[in-house]
Nanobody, 122 residues
Framework: QVQLVESGGGLVQAGGSLRLSCAGS????????MAWFRQAPGKEREFVAA????????YYAESVKGRFTISRDNAKNTVYLQMNSLKPEDTAVYYC???????????????WGQGTQVTVSS
């Protein structure tokens, strides 16, 4: 089992950057694939980015490719989401999630953090 805690959200102007962090507990953290999802008001949760256990395989939603970068530091039990060139449409609550095996499907992820709000002003 793993517990996840996100941080790093906030208010930023369009074109700005934020780095989200997701700290995990437990010795098995480094065995999990990790992903970021987001949910805007009135919309369904959507996939943003995912990374495998070792960090050598990543996937991105088309809407964030070239702007967001997912990475992980297993020594620190932490996964990151570097978000650059932010747009107002990136405004959402961002969640990290963990599971064994890499997938982009939210219903396949077993463990979730509580979320962190990202607001991008125009």
């Amino acid at each position: 089992q793993v517990q996840l805690v996100e941080s790093g959200g906030g208010l930023v102007q369009a074109g700005g950057s934020l780095r989200l962090s997701c700290a995990g507990s437990g010795r098995t953290f480094r065995s999990y694939a990790m992903a970021w999802f987001r949910q805007a008001p009135g919309k369904e949760r959507e996939f943003v980015a995912a990374i495998n256990w070792s960090g050598d395989s990543t996937y991105y939603a088309e809407s964030v490719k070239g702007r967001f970068t997912i990475s992980r530091d297993n020594a620190k039990n932490t996964v990151y989401l570097q978000m650059n060139s932010l747009k107002p449409e990136d405004t959402a609550v961002y969640y990290c999630a963990a599971r064994f095996g890499l997938t982009t499907l939210s219903n396949e992820y077993r463990y979730w953090g509580q979320g962190t709000q990202v607001t991008v002003s125009s």
